[in-house]
């Protein structure tokens, strides 16, 4: 709540969606500390909801059917609909936000009948529900069910409803720590648990979502709300610090990458079984130059980073802000965050105090450095830079809650944050029709630069949409 609000009406409310890839993370304000909001006429809500197992288990049936984390949200919202105006928010005026699995559920929000009329504006920082661990994969979630089932010495053969019973008698803290027994390399797959779609039936009337988002968005079937979303310049690192700091997992992963590359980057989700190889050798010659990573070298190690980047976040972020708008959407924002603060979440995501001779760039996560206090995590900003940036950051959030424009009204950033054009009329949509703001700088320089550009990652973007994957769209090049 803000520390003062002397004007009696109501103020808009700001739900944020915690992170952590469907299976962690947390509301808790010792990693999303409200402070940086509470000079701002808004009212600031975070909540938990079930992760993993928990969270996600599905059967394909009535026995689990599945999305409970993402039900657990929507309960969330229907809550703050309810009870808001008790503390002083205007449940008219709701901005569902988040980043990674967080923003992946603001974007699923957007195309659940369930969800309809509970929120106004949505922000989505560094996800969507286009990559492949956040969009509905029926068929792999229901293998994961009984796989985990067999972790624990529960039946997979007598039907759904018996094995989910034997699950529910397994002791909560070992069923959740059976699911390491998923990692085939180093924390791969980092999330096995993910969104679904069901089928109404009598014991499930209100399904969360009953088609996929991919087929929803090119019909043109979301929730008309302004929508800004973006990604951070190296996403990767959040998983290639992790691979490359440690010297054997390094080594491990160098001596197979061709067998377990494919894998970690879902390759096989992508294209048929008998195309796997040819297009893994493809991808590591346009981003290695070679089929494996050399730490020695920097254009390699940043290739491997934006491999993960890309195939993780940015092409599926970049996909569905041009296809918001192709689809009418007349209120899409997108930017790319390149802002290098003091503090990151790299070496978080590492768990090494191991090093490689590279100066690591923006990681996954690193905005919300800006938006939230962290004191688990990181010490208060200090650098003038950070401080401004985290003003400047406040300013555009806060103002796309109160007014539904992102371009900032303070005086250290006056720009004006242009949406992407509606692109309804095109036969085909380009790289060039992305509008975005560019954010760039570095805690130690003179000046942040706020850009608006049309060029985004335009030759990954373009070889991307240059290969035959199933998730590549007719008419965007």
């Keep these: 709540l803000p520390q003062q609000n002397e004007n009696t009406s109501l103020l808009p409310v700001m739900v944020f969606i915690h992170q952590g890839g469907f299976f962690a993370g947390s509301g808790n304000s010792?990693?999303?500390?409200?402070?940086?909001?509470?000079?701002?006429?808004?009212?600031?809500?975070?909540?938990?909801?079930?992760?993993?197992?928990?969270?996600?288990?599905?059967?394909?049936?009535?026995?689990?059917?599945?999305?409970?984390?993402?039900?657990?949200?929507?309960?969330?919202?229907?809550?703050?609909?309810?009870?808001?105006?008790r503390f002083g928010g205007d449940n008219a005026q709701v901005t569902i936000f988040g980043e990674s699995a967080g923003a992946a559920s603001v974007h699923l929000h957007l195309f659940s009948p369930t969800t309809k009329n509970l929120f106004h504006r949505a922000i989505s920082q560094s996800g969507s529900s286009l990559p492949f661990w956040s969009r509905p994969m029926n068929t792999e979630q229901e293998q994961a069910a009984k796989q985990q089932a067999s972790f624990v010495n529960c039946d997979t053969e007598s039907g759904s409803h018996v094995m989910i019973e034997c699950l529910r008698q397994v002791d909560a803290v070992a069923l959740a720590e059976s699911a390491d027994l998923f990692k085939f390399f180093s924390n791969e797959p980092l999330t096995v648990y993910g969104p679904v779609t069901e089928k109404a039936s009598v014991l499930n009337p209100k399904p969360y979502l009953t088609e996929d988002p991919f087929v929803l968005l090119q019909s043109g079937k979301f929730h008309r709300i302004p929508w800004v979303t973006g990604v951070v310049s190296d996403e990767g690192?959040?998983?290639?610090?992790?691979?490359?700091?440690?010297?054997?997992?390094?080594?491990?992963?160098?001596?197979?990458?061709?067998?377990?590359?494919?894998?970690?980057?879902?390759?096989?989700w992508?294209?048929?079984?008998?195309?796997?190889?040819?297009?893994?050798?493809?991808?590591?010659?346009?981003?290695?130059?070679?089929?494996?990573?050399?730490?020695?070298?920097?254009?390699?190690?940043?290739?491997?980073?934006?491999?993960?980047?890309?195939?993780?976040?940015v092409y599926a972020s970049y996909q569905s802000a041009l296809l918001h708008a192709w689809k009418g959407l007349n209120d899409v924002w997108f930017y790319n965050f390149n802002y290098r603060g003091e503090y990151t979440y790299g070496d978080l995501y590492a768990a090494t105090t191991e090093n490689i001779n590279f100066t690591w760039g923006v990681c996954h996560t690193d905005d919300l450095l800006y938006l939230f206090t962290s004191p688990k995590l990181f010490p208060p900003l200090k650098s003038e830079k950070d401080v401004q940036m985290s003003e400047i950051?406040?300013?555009?959030w806060t103002d796309f809650a109160i007014k539904g424009d992102p371009s900032p009204t303070i005086e250290t950033a006056t720009f004006k944050w242009r949406p992407i054009t509606n692109l309804s009329g095109q036969e085909v949509v380009k790289n060039s029709d992305l509008v975005y703001l560019d954010i760039t700088g570095h805690y130690k320089s003179h000046e942040l630069i706020f850009e608006i550009r049309n060029d985004f990652l335009t030759e990954r973007m373009l070889y991307w949409e240059s290969l035959p994957l199933n998730e590549n769209i007719e008419g965007l090049h």
């Excluded at 909001?37 to 059967?59: A, E, I, P, Q």
């Excluded at 998983?239 to 096989?268: F, H, V």
């Excluded at 590591?284 to 491999?307: E, H, K, M, R, W």
């Excluded at 950051?393 to 555009?396: R, S």
Aim: proline share 4%; hydrophobic share 40%.
């Design 30 to 85: 010792d990693y999303l500390g409200p402070h940086y909001f509470m000079d701002k006429d808004v009212v600031l809500l975070s909540f938990n909801y079930r992760l993993g197992v928990f969270g996600f288990l599905c059967t394909n049936d009535d026995a689990s059917p599945g999305n409970y984390g993402l039900k657990d949200q929507v309960f969330a919202l229907e809550w703050v609909k309810e009870n808001i105006h």
């Design 237 to 268: 690192i959040f998983r290639a610090s992790q691979l490359l700091r440690n010297s054997t997992t390094r080594e491990g992963l160098n001596k197979d990458l061709s067998l377990y590359g494919p894998q970690m980057l879902l390759i096989p």
């Design 270 to 313: 992508s294209v048929p079984e008998e195309d796997v190889n040819a297009i893994w050798k493809n991808i590591t010659d346009y981003f290695l130059q070679a089929d494996y990573v050399n730490v020695t070298n920097p254009t390699s190690v940043q290739g491997f980073i934006d491999l993960f980047s890309d195939r993780n976040i």
């Design 393 to 396: 950051m406040i300013q555009m």
